[in-house]
């Protein structure tokens, strides 16, 4: 099984399995839902979990470039992954039997919470597949 990273937006595929939101405020996406659900025929996500989202003030800060995203990563694990390190380690042995989709708004991979996720549930579960998207 794998699990995946992808942007909310994007076109969702069988391949998907359980799609996660894992932003604070899915509201602020909400105005999306309506199209996204006629488009595709499906709801965006399956569950939110707002515990696996960054603290406000840090995704603040990054989007506004107070810190840089080699600042940003200390915190976030220290304030996220290991304040949830039961939470993702069982969505990390849950996804060895069936695919998830951690989902956000951050265009970049490279730059977004949902990857150093996926990255920390590899490390409790190093055969654990991962799409980076």
Known sequence: MTLRTKKMSAEPSDSDGLRICVMRDARAYNRHLLSFQEKFKRPM?????????????????????????????????????????????????????ENI?????EDNPAHCHRRLLAEECKKYQPGLELAIE
């Open 45 to 97: 996500y399956d569950m939110h979990i707002k515990e696996l989202a960054p603290p406000r003030e840090l995704k603040d800060e990054f989007k506004q470039g107070t810190i840089s995203w080699e600042e940003y990563i200390p915190w976030f694990r220290r304030e996220v992954l290991e304040k949830q390190r039961d939470l993702i380690m069982m969505y990390a042995e849950r996804a060895l039997n």
């Open 101 to 105: 989709t951690f989902l956000c708004t």
